[in-house]
């Protein structure tokens, strides 16, 4: 019987090769070596364990030049931010005469102009008796010194960017301020007075400093005032103004001097109007909270027969958006009708929207 040649123990040729490799790897590597792979629990490293003793080649390590072009890209990328930035707050008077890019709402909408308020009630020591008297013809007239106070003041853009400058809008405003003998049964409680104020202002935004204060605007308007009546109780006035509007923190100051427009008719029924009320004022509003404090004041500046007015008001937080409002006033002109009388009145009520 013929023997048969042993065969090799990987058989055959290539398995001899593959058997031979192994054989030269497992030379190089002994099997506690073998057993440390076995033992790394990463399965990343104990792969890489077992192609270093395998004998594969190992990826080049990136050259220093190498990392650094591959983290610059990031480098150069800004941080995440994670958070907005805190938006700017806009100032009392930017809000009213949206004198900030941010505060810029367009043409063609309804805005508080001069303070929104109902007075259910309002006292004053000294009601204008004489001028109804007269009117009527009746001496034993006599209205009441409690009443109540109305007054609506809006404002309208209506051009935004005039002379192509954005810096400077257009606007129109309107005011009516309505005195009504509410509680007064033996004349049948009517409105004894009612003044509207009409006025075009021209707005340049600017930005100046002067004694501290920041110079925001300067307002160039006119107004027409009038009680709408006829005969003795007529009273009306035509001005040009410019208002000069400053702020310091939360104190914002108005200067507005002004000049009577004269009248064809010799100024009317009111001539003297301007030795009363005076010719400009100034208005001081001060803000802490939700709390709005205000002055206003007018003065004549005549050496002799010094007239002028004082206004102080208190808006403060009563329900929601509503406001409680307090009015305190003392001197001339505090309506048309009564401009050539001093009074003091003392009003108590709500506020619907602020105003300047």
Known sequence: M???????????????????????????????????????SADAERLACYDRLAGRPQPAAASTAELQAAVAPVAAQPALQLEPPEPRLLSALSRHWELDDAAKR?????????PNYFLPFKASDSPGNASFQAALGQTDLRLDPVETELQLSFKIKGMQG????????????????????????????PFRETNYEP???????????????????????????????????????NRA?????????????????????????????????????????????????RNTYSLLLRNNFAASDNRGALKLSWGFPLYGRLRGYVQ?????????????????SLGLGVSLTGGM
């Open 106 to 114: 367009g043409a063609f909408l309804f805005r508080p102009h001069h």
């Open 162 to 189: 005039v002379f192509g400058n954005d810096n400077v809008d257009l606007w129109f405003g309107y005011t009516a301020t309505s005195f009504w003998q509410a509680y007064n049964r033996s004349l049948s409680a």
């Open 241 to 289: 103004y410019a208002q000069f509007g400053f702020e310091r923190g939360n104190l914002a100051l108005l200067v507005r001097p002004w000049y009577r427009i004269p009248e064809r008719d010799g100024d009317g029924d009111n001539p003297d109007i301007d030795d009363y009320l005076g010719h400009g004022d100034l208005l001081a509003i001060y803000s802490k909270g």
């Open 328 to 344: 305190y006033f003392n001197g001339y002109g505090e309506s048309l009708i009564d401009y050539n009388r001093s009074q003091q």
């Open 199 to 237: 006025e075009a202002m021209l707005v340049f935004r600017t930005d100046y400093d002067l004694a501290g204060f920041r110079g925001r605007f300067i307002n160039l308007g006119l107004v027409h005032q009038s009680n709408g009546r006829g005969a003795a109780l007529s009273r009306s006035w």
């Open 2 to 40: 013929r023997t048969r040649p042993a065969r090799p123990a990987c058989g055959a040729i290539p398995l001899a090769l593959l058997c031979a490799g192994l054989l030269g790897s497992a030379q190089a590597a002994s099997i506690a070596d073998w057993e440390g792979c076995s033992a790394i």
